[in-house]
């Protein structure tokens, strides 16, 4: 039952008993009122593993469903916290893609935000579980809601088929550097398929590389130059790459920052990360956020939400 990965914030709880954990919180629920903390001293405090125990457990002492007694008890953001940390880490990316295309707006932030930072297994696991969740393929889903070189790099990420090795070509590296300099920055208008057969097929070593030869190159970083000659979706989706390519805890940190900085928050992003990485890379994404804006994550959030949504986003963060 061992954690997602090694640098989360949220590790395996000692002395772990689901049945305690069940028995805790029915009483949390139970009567008049919900204890709000005793909810976040469970479920914020064990791994996604652990979590599916007491599930089980809960149903087994109670004969009732923990998630449908958590809905019935809690509401608004603290529930979307708290009900994602119930799922699995497949299914919870599953139905954040499908929030994300179902409805009137698509928001694109979140099918880049996944697809381009998760990696191959992964990805496979979740085309396979939409598929079996909806009855339809994510790429369908893609394809009907996105459209030109953003939908093309979006069903390119989807495939789930980088090349995940580390050998690094010195040349190849400055092939690939050059077709992109020449498909970019050297030519007028942008040869965009160029960008796509580069920063979504080569490993992650190979591309650190092309990133470097890029910059002798042209005199400017690759992400300088995407900026300069895309736009929109594209531009953020060819982004979200690089990034990740480069430092995936930065990325993260990143999309923390921009989820509370300014007016109003956009909560689906800070919930998406600080439930999909709480487990995974949270440690690193914290000392990220501390080196790129001088001031704690922990300070950031403490500063931008109140309530119950607060302690509980405070407590898979971890300390200051």
Known sequence: MAAVGRRGTVTEFAGFNPQD????????????????DAIIDVLAKRTIAQRQRIKQ?????????????????ISGKFEQVVLGLLKTPVLYDV???????????????CIIEILASRNN??????????????GKSLEDDICGDTSNMFQRVLVSLATG???EGNRVDDQQ?????????????KKWGTDEVAFLSILCIRNQHHLKRVFEEYKTISKKDIEASIKGEMSGSLEDALLAIVKNMKNQPAYFAERLYKSMKGAGTDDDALIRVMVSRSEVDMLDIKDEFQRMYG???????????????????????GGE
């Open 21 to 36: 954990d069940a028995a805790k919180l029915r009483k949390a629920m139970k009567g008049f009122g919900t204890d709000e």
């Open 57 to 73: 457990d809960y149903k087994t002492a109670f004969g009732k469903d923990l998630i449908s007694d958590l809905k019935s008890e």
């Open 95 to 109: 139905h954040e893609l499908k929030n994300a295309i179902k409805g009137a707006g698509t928001d694109e932030g």
């Open 121 to 134: 297994c992964e990805i496979q696991q979740i085309v396979a579980t939409y598929k079996k969740e909806f």
């Open 161 to 163: 088929n980088r090349d």
């Open 173 to 185: 590296a400055k092939k690939d550097a050059q077709s992109l300099y020449e498909a970019g920055e």
């Open 295 to 317: 001031k704690s994550l922990h300070s950031f959030i403490k500063g931008d939400c109140s309530g119950d949504y607060k302690k509980i986003l405070l407590q898979l963060c």
